[in-house]
């Protein structure tokens, strides 16, 4: 079992940053793949980023490819994304979600999903 916390969103302006923390319980974190995704108001589901349990490894959407960077403390069980350059578009909440091992990008992948944080970016 992995539990998850975000935290770290917020209201920002356009070309701002934010640094979203997610905070992971249980010794097995360090072979978990960790992903990044996000949900605008009536909107499914989309991925943002995936780092490998080694963190040897990371994927982007093309959306945040260069804005957006992915990272991981596995001393601390918690992985981070950094973000720059937002844009209005970026405005959702944002949830970070664990599976075991494989390297994936879809939702349906993941065993475990935190409650969410909330990013908006204003113009």
């Known amino acids: 079992q992995v539990q998850l916390v975000e935290s770290g969103g917020g209201l920002v302006q356009a070309g701002g940053s934010l640094r979203l923390s997610c905070a992971a319980s249980?010794?097995?974190?360090?072979?978990?793949?960790m992903g990044w995704f996000r949900q605008a108001p009536g909107k499914e589901r989309e991925f943002v980023a995936v780092i490998s349990w080694s963190g040897g490894n990371t994927y982007y959407a093309d959306s945040v490819k260069g804005r957006f960077t992915i990272s991981r403390d596995n001393a601390k069980n918690t992985v981070y994304l950094q973000m720059n350059s937002l844009k209005p578009e970026d405005t959702a909440v944002y949830y970070c979600?664990?599976?075991?091992?494989?390297?994936?990008?879809?939702?349906?992948?993941?065993?475990?999903w935190g409650q969410g944080t909330q990013v908006t970016v204003s113009s």
């Open positions: 979600a664990a599976v075991w091992t494989k390297m994936t990008i879809e939702v349906d992948d993941y065993d475990y």
């Open positions: 249980g010794r097995t974190f360090t072979r978990y793949t």
